[in-house]
């Protein structure tokens, strides 16, 4: 894989290992019966991605279908209401379906097409990621079934509606608390079931090698193209590039291309925003590199939020995106060697963050994406009015509209 990005050798940002671990995170944590389909996926998934034909087939849809580059708008007014000199928004709420997680879909979608499956499966909580899903398996004539907790299907009809539109089958969950972790399961134990024509799309960059690694992959092209967009409009690399944390795939596709062409001391601030909930000190939350600690969780060795058993602990945020007790291996590594710093923010932060976007600058964005955005007034503070700072827009808004009237914004 030639990447343009990479100025030198002694540069390179290079995890991954082998078995898919960042330093001692990620891995290969499953059943016995899993591993040979794990095993032919990073096989195929090396194959694909050395193939200039998998590259350009992908590009194409990149640009044609999903609307790529997405733009990257300077937000003067937001600049100037959050005391910073220069806001940049890397507008994936641009994208077709309004969020970056069709990058992911889509290239997953090629990959099981090129390999030879028919169906694809996935799982899904608040029904965004089975929308991707269905999406891109409409695109490419994919069989699609998608794993969903009977509660979440009650808590997000809209989705399961919009899936089965475009042909997909939503399969109830009803064991446990009918919740995403329960979907895993399911969809984990029917995959083994179906391995010989069935694909696992997965929705973040979480998982057991190499899906981390593979996301990523799929991902990247954000920031790829903020690096790309960023030359000729700054005589200097910006002071800061935040993003959203849930899994951590549109943090790490954002942060990747940064990792890699800059060496630590030339590169941004890198800063990953995750979900505090009603705070951190609370039990109500989702901030799993704050308060986490190591575990395995859905296959993979990572910060996560658990009970002196090991057992996960429900994880809360006003955004669904963001509400998991584990968070991808990668941005575990990148905690814990300083790379990226982490930091929790509030829903009443995100709230506040999403009602200042939407009257500063006419774009209403996902309630995860705000979670970023509030972190501007923060580092506002500690970089001084000079500062410029690069925002991912992980998604678009309108999914959250009931939310956001029920939390009371734009009563007066
Ligand atoms: C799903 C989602 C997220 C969180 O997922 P990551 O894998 O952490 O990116 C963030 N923003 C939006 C709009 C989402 O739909």
Redesign the pocket.
Known sequence: MTDPLLPSAELAYSSPDAQGFFGPYGGTFVPETVIPALEELTAAFAEAIADPAFAEEFGTLLEDYIGRPTPLYRADRLAEATGLARVYLKR??LTHT????INNTVGQCLLARRMGKHRVIAETG?G??GVATATAAALLGLECSVFMGTEDMRRQSLNVYKMRLLGAEVVPVGEGAGTLADAVTAALRHWVERVEDTFYVL????GPHPYPAM?REF?KVIGEETLVQLEGRLERTPDAVV???????????MFYPFLRALPPGERPLLVGAEAAGLGVETDRHGAALTKGSPGVLHGFYSYLLQDDAGNPLEAYSI????D?PGV?PEHSYLKDEGFVRYEAVTDTEALDAFALLTRTEGII??I??SHALAMLPRLAAELGPDAVVVVNV???GD?DMDIVREAGLGAG
């Open positions: 994936e709420d309004g969020a970056h997680k608040a965004q990621h929705g973040s960059a979480v996301v991902q993003a959203c944390i849930g899994g951590g795939s549109n943090a790490i596709g955004s669904a995106g963001l998991y991808g964005p996902a995860e994406s992980s998604g678009r999914k």
